[in-house]
């Protein structure tokens, strides 16, 4: 089968790329464009660690197909704090408040599901600004840990809902 040439455009840039129509979103930044921040966990929808933003809305990347994200806007964790991700150095650069805040309140375990869980975080807060306990839950619904008890990822949440708007 004949890839196909698409332009996707991934944080700001626009990257031209041969795909095979099965090629997943995930697949493509993991494998082609090395942005390795989203993560591939169950391969089927249901634990969140693939999770980027298509056009400001919380997607599973392995469930999407990279033909079908041609034309929109795709955030992964490295847009988040593209500075620190470029330097290489994420001490002397800004992050995003929730990406600090997961840091702070050490919401970070393994680190595996952090980049699903503040994705998902970024989409709750851009809709929801003050979000209630039960809200950041409901957010986080689609994403799983196996290494906190959450209570430290939902303090976090709402800790950066306070940074960013003052909750």
């Not at 004949?2 to 990257?15: Q, R």
């Not at 929808?45 to 809305?57: E, F, R, S």
């Not at 034309?71 to 290489?88: D, H, Q, R, W, Y």
Request: net charge negative; proline share 4%.
């Amino acid at each position: 089968m004949k890839k196909e040439l698409i332009t996707l455009n991934i944080n700001g840039d626009d990257h031209e790329i041969a795909v095979l129509p099965w090629h997943t979103l995930n697949e493509v930044l993991r494998d082609q464009l090395h942005l390795t921040g989203t993560k591939l966990g169950c391969g089927t929808g249901d634990c969140g660690a693939c999770t980027v933003l298509i056009d400001g809305k919380s997607v599973s990347s392995c469930l999407t197909l990279a033909i079908e994200a041609e034309g929109v806007k795709i955030t992964t964790i490295e847009g988040l704090a593209p500075e620190a991700i470029a330097a290489g150095d994420l001490e002397s650069c800004e992050l995003d408040p929730i990406q600090e805040s997961f840091i702070n309140k050490g919401a970070i375990q393994c680190g595996f599901c952090s980049p699903g869980m503040i994705m998902s975080s970024k989409f709750l807060l851009s809709h929801t600004p003050k979000p209630t306990e039960a809200e950041i839950r409901a957010g986080l619904s689609g994403n799983l840990c196996r290494c906190t008890g959450y209570n430290k990822i939902v303090d976090a949440i709402a800790d950066a809902a306070e940074k960013i708007n003052g909750a």
